[in-house]
């Protein structure tokens, strides 16, 4: 079958298993760094470009974010019809570039712009990388496969506001982003001498407006796939909020300073954790009751930080732990739930990550945006959050028997 996959282009032999693997994971990772190596240089970046509100400095991130997710109903269709290489690679050089033009950019609004359209270009590699999967493997098998990508992926945001430190005691902020349009071309490069394509010409669907409208309202009528879609905006935009809020609430809040690096990578490395241990055990207890085993899980943590929070006794080591937790979970629902989303979906792989990658990624940005613009100086609004979305995310998923 993997032969068959790859007939299109027999010069370049199907990757291995391990490479496949790294190679999907650091495809998916360039979103993470582009998010995540920026944080420590919000406030360089802000008192340069005269941002004087601090929770305005978070559109850096949202506005990438909203490109990124916007950008994936067009990759999808793409990747559905030309291919998944040419449309990475085509991602990729948009990415690059829109990274350079934030490295130069005179003013914030223009800082803006250049980041959608980094999004726009980062778009390609999250659709690929999900279709590539899903068309090598299905099922407990994919939910398998995508959480050995989850748990590569996420040294990425462990490592990556430490290499954005590091940047700024030997740069300005703006060699943050040249780092970014670097890291864009050297995925370019490995993909150009390693990546077969694994769309089979029979699976080549025609790019018309027709055609992409009747494979969104299928991926949109297809119950087993938009009730674990809803549930992962949900999921999604508690981590956002982390995400977009997690500087001010570690230096502003709790007074970390520069140990902020640290104790974020302390944090988002539980989400690796969470997803090697979800590897070895979904094809034992299956992606759906791991879902909701960690959904329950995350609740409980963030009931107890809500408690704590709202009486005045949340302190920097207590919120540290167990916003880990909450974390750890992560790792087990996204990969999970998007495995169930994309299962009936496999005769329009690329559509259906492309529709699925929008409502998450774009719902995520917008959920986690409203919550971390909610900052008031505590954690409040952070916890109280991430209560509110694990338990709609839950209540979603009891709309469908499979999820």
Not at 131 to 148: H, N, Q
């Amino acid at each position: 079958m993997t032969a068959d996959l790859y007939r299109a282009t027999p010069a370049r032999p199907a990757m291995g298993f391990v490479e496949l693997v790294a190679f999907l994971a650091i495809t998916m990772a360039l979103n993470a760094l582009a998010i995540d190596v920026v944080l420590p240089g919000l406030p360089a970046l802000g008192a340069d470009l005269g941002v004087h509100e601090d929770n305005r400095r978070q559109l850096v991130i949202v506005a990438y974010l909203i490109g990124m997710g916007a950008s994936q109903l067009v990759h999808g269709p793409l990747a559905d019809r030309i291919g998944r290489r040419p449309t990475l690679l085509a991602g990729l050089a948009i990415y690059s570039v829109a990274g350079l033009a934030s490295a130069l950019a005179p003013s914030f609004g223009v800082l803006i712009a250049a980041r959608v359209v980094q999004g726009l270009g980062a778009g390609a590699p999250r659709v690929v990388a999900i279709s590539i999967a899903r068309d090598r493997y299905r099922g407990p098998e994919m939910a398998r496969v995508m959480s050995l990508v989850m748990m590569v992926f996420m040294v990425v945001p462990i490592l990556a506001p430490t290499v954005g430190q590091g940047i700024l005691l030997i740069a300005p902020w703006r060699w943050i982003f040249g780092v970014l349009a670097v890291a864009g071309i050297a995925v370019g490069a490995w993909t150009m001498a390693r990546l077969g394509e694994t769309l089979a010409p029979e699976h080549r669907r025609p790019l018309s407006a027709r055609m992409v409208a009747r494979g969104f309202v299928e991926v949109a009528r297809t119950r087993a796939t938009l009730v674990p879609t809803i549930a992962m905006t949900f999921t999604g935009g508690a981590l956002m909020a982390f995400v977009t809020s997690a500087q001010q609430i570690f230096q502003d809040t709790f007074g970390a300073g520069k140990g902020f690096t640290l104790l974020f990578a302390l944090i988002a490395v539980t989400m690796s954790v969470g997803s090697f241990a979800n590897s070895k055990m979904v094809q034992v207890i299956g992606p759906a009751r791991l879902a909701r085993r960690a959904l329950h899980v995350q609740m409980s943590a963030a009931a107890t930080l809500v408690a704590l929070a709202l009486t005045g006794h949340l302190s920097l080591p207590v919120f540290e732990a167990l916003q880990a937790v909450v974390m750890l979970c992560f790792g087990f629902t996204g990969s999970n739930l998007n495995a169930i989303a994309m299962e009936p979906m496999g005769h329009l792989a690329g559509t259906a990550s492309s529709v699925i990658g929008a409502v998450t990624t774009i719902g995520g940005a917008l959920i986690g945006g409203a919550v971390g613009g909610l900052y008031d100086g505590t954690a409040r609004p952070l916890v109280i959050g991430t209560l509110v979305l694990g338990a709609s995310a839950r209540l979603v998923l009891m709309l469908s028997p499979k999820a």
